[in-house]
């Protein structure tokens, strides 16, 4: 097959809108779903004249993606104009970085195909603003532009060529959403487009030393939007060169429901930006003290969390994985491993009857009601045999959700729930449970051990379910192996 003759290399730049109060270069309100252009001073209008003044949040939060992404932070700090007319950024220009990115170097770890860690490395992250929005669904006749987003602050973070594989590009996106995710700088919705990404590709033939021409790819409102845009891309581009046709240095957009890319712009409009140092901004500078502040109170991230858990709790990494692909699960992981020591059992109890329920009532977990104590309980109730932990998950578990400030133990006496270990009763019910198929026990004693199913099924009916099943297996059989 012709795509075996081919590698592709994919470098991917993505902007990061942060969750900062207020704009980047003033103090407007970033709230989002605001009237249109009510979040607008003089600045983010462009006026000529105004001063732009640096938001700390953004250096602080660009700071900590760095470190999270373990960048070199720079010292001295400057921003620069980018020059460019677009009917939604008034000023002309926009405030970023050139020659200073705040962050360079620094890597995001993946996972190959075949489950290999695999590290991307990461050139720059610099900081810059948003453009307004063009609207132009709402008047039939007219463009609308709304200039609440002008000014908003973003990370643009661009990795080196080391992306092999859509499939990879779907990781790296993953991880960095997860990454802004635990640092809380944003919220990560690609759909939103809180998270943007263009991907840049080419192909060339395996083991070539030189890249091929590259295309860049835009407008992919999902992470599987950028890897669909990825898989059309590289058979696109293959498609060319085995037909002899040149690949162009272009621009191009994606269309989510053809699955294809089109052309957006070509290299001959290639933007020149003039950049030039911004006068107006005096130069940030980000002392070594300051970057110790914010290491030490980075939370802790998910590629520590998985060594954690993997290493020290002894997880397997499938369910490490799992419960740290969300911060609000991890979150309640750890409050749960605070106070119950039984870490695999918090695990289950987690991903089983946890997930369960909060899936179906479509409830996120930060508004579960049953507090990470009263599992810790319930954990302990099964450990020393007062119910099973069938039982446990579906009784006593749906009480709790019920009356989330009760012990579970309570609430598992007030459920006659506990189980029957007295030896007595569960004497009688194994008994009963015997005489009554005497044509059974011979076929039993005859070599059908599975049997013992019966019985058993019996005897947890006679008690009502509250026989402890081990306690009652034993008995059974001792009593069908004597004679
Ligand atoms: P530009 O100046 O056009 O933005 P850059 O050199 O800054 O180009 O690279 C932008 C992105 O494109 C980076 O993520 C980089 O890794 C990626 N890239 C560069 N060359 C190639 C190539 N030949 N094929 C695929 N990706 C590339
Ligand atoms: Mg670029």
Request: proline share 5%; aromatic share 8%; glycine share 6%.
């Amino acid at each position: 097959m012709s795509e075996d003759k081919y590698e592709p290399v994919i470098g991917l730049e993505v902007h990061i809108q942060l969750l900062t109060a207020s704009k980047a270069y003033s103090g407007d309100s970033t709230e989002y779903g605001a009237a249109a252009n009510t979040n607008v001073s003089p600045v983010s209008l462009g006026h000529p004249g105004v001063l732009p003044v640096v938001n700390e949040k953004m250096i602080e939060y660009a700071v900590k993606l760095g470190l999270a992404c373990h960048c070199e932070i720079r010292e001295y700090n400057e921003f620069a104009r980018k020059n460019y007319f677009y009917a939604d950024m008034p000023k002309g220009y926009q405030i970023s970085q050139h020659h200073t990115p705040i962050c360079n170097g620094g890597y995001i770890t993946i996972k190959d195909t075949e489950g290999q860690e695999k590290r991307i490395n990461i050139t720059r992250i610099h900081m810059e603003e948003d453009s307004g929005k063009s609207i132009h669904d709402q008047d039939p006749f007219n463009t609308l532009i709304d200039l609440n987003r002008a000014g908003v602050p973003l990370l643009e973070m661009v990795s080196e060529p080391e992306i092999k594989t859509p499939e990879e590009a779907y990781q790296y996106l993953t991880e960095v959403r997860k990454l802004v995710r635990y640092l809380d700088i944003c919220d990560g919705n690609m759909e939103e487009g809180s998270m943007r990404c263009d991907a840049n590709v080419s192909v060339m033939l395996k083991g070539a030393d030189k890249f091929g021409e590259k295309v860049e790819v835009k407008n992919m409102n999902s992470i599987r939007n950028v890897q669909r845009a990825l898989e059309h891309e590289i058979k696109r581009q293959i498609d060319c060169l085995e037909n002899n046709l040149l690949i162009y240095q272009e621009t191009r957009t994606f269309d989510a429901v053809a699955g294809t890319t089109s052309v957006m712009r070509t290299k001959e409009e290639a933007d020149d930006y003039r950049y030039f140092t911004e006068p107006d901004l005096p130069q940030v500078i980000v002392k070594q003290e300051y970057v110790d502040e914010i290491q030490a109170e980075l939370p802790q991230l998910p590629d520590q969390l998985f060594e954690k858990y993997t290493k020290e709790l002894g997880l397997s990494a499938y369910d490490a994985t799992v419960i740290i692909d969300s911060k609000s699960i991890s979150t309640y992981y750890e409050a749960l491993i605070a106070v119950t020591s039984n870490y695999k059992a918090a695990a289950n109890w987690l991903m089983g009857p946890i997930k369960s329920y909060l899936n179906e009532n479509a409830i996120p977990i930060g508004e579960f009601v049953i507090k990470p104590e009263s599992i810790a309980a319930l954990i302990g109730l099964v450990k020393s045999g007062k119910v099973s932990f069938t039982v446990a998950a579906q009784k006593v578990f749906p009480l709790l959700v019920q009356n989330p400030n009760m012990d579970p133990e309570s609430l598992a006496i007030e459920g006659n729930l506990i189980q029957d270990s007295d030896e007595d009763s569960l004497n009688d019910f194994v008994k009963q449970a015997i005489a009554k198929y005497p044509d059974k026990v011979l076929e039993y004693k005859s070599g059908k051990k599975g049997l013992i199913g019966l019985f058993m099924g019996e005897v947890m009916k006679l008690s009502k379910g509250k026989a402890d099943p081990k306690k009652a297996n034993q008995l059974v059989q001792e009593l069908l192996e004597q004679d």
